[in-house]
C-alpha cells in the first residue's frame, strides 16, 4: 500500500476548487486499487487543503494518473490552487486502543 498526500493552496474560488476536486475524487474512485482517502481543509487558513489517499499500490496510482481522462481533472485543479504532491510508505501506525 502507498499514501498519496497533496497538499493544496487554493489562489481562486475555494466553492470552485472543491467541485472540481469532487469530480477528481469521483474519477479516483473509479479507478482500479483506489482504497480510499480523505480531503482536509486548515481549520484557520480555508484556501489550504490536504488530500489524504491511499492506493493498494504506487502501480495502480500511476496507471490512475496516466488514464486520458485525469488530464483535464489536473488542468482544472492547476486552474484553482498550486498543490505539493507526494508519495508515502507506512512506516508506523497506532490506534487508540477500543
Do not use: C
Not at 475555494?14 to 469521483?26: G, I, K, L, P, Y
Not at 488542468?75 to 508515502?88: E, I, Q
Amino acid at each position: 500500500m502507498i499514501t498519496f498526500v497533496n497538499r493544496f493552496e487554493v489562489h481562486g474560488s475555494v466553492e470552485e476548487f472543491e467541485r472540481a476536486f469532487d469530480a477528481t475524487s469521483a474519477f479516483f474512485t473509479a479507478r482500479p486499487g483506489f482504497l480510499g482517502h480523505r480531503m482536509l481543509r486548515h481549520a484557520d487558513q480555508p484556501g489550504r487543503y490536504v488530500n489524504i489517499a491511499d492506493w493498494e499500490s504506487r502501480e495502480h496510482f500511476e496507471q490512475a494518473l496516466a488514464h486520458p481522462e485525469f488530464g483535464p481533472h489536473a488542468k482544472a485543479l492547476r486552474a484553482l490552487a498550486g498543490s505539493d504532491p507526494n508519495v508515502y510508505t507506512l512506516v508506523l501506525e497506532r490506534t487508540a486502543p477500543q
